[in-house]
């Protein structure tokens, strides 16, 4: 997990993009995208300690993740339609 302000998403966005580019056999069995969003998270809990604040921030980023991907259809195929 990394963490950076809007500005500096664009570097880390590029050089997750440039080592994921690097597998071959990844490029070869999927469509490779990368983004950066915000992650709103539960308000500070004085009594959490490390493991416990980073273990929440990990779902929250799941969570957000499997929202994301119940919204775009799987295609089988590259450039594959969806049907309705």
């Known amino acids: 997990m990394a963490s950076t302000d809007l500005q500096g998403s664009g570097v880390m966005t590029m ?3 440039e080592q994921m580019e690097r ?7 999927c469509i490779l995208t990368v983004s950066a969003l915000p992650i709103e998270v539960a ?10 604040q980073v273990q929440n921030v990990a779902d929250r980023v799941t969570q957000m993740i499997m929202t994301r991907m119940e919204r ?10 969806a049907s309705n």
């Open 23 to 29: 597998l071959g056999n990844l490029k070869a069995k």
């Open 43 to 52: 308000p500070h809990n004085p009594d959490a300690d490390l493991e416990q």
């Open 72 to 81: 775009k259809p799987l295609n089988a195929k590259k450039g594959a339609k």
């Open 15 to 17: 050089r997750i993009r």
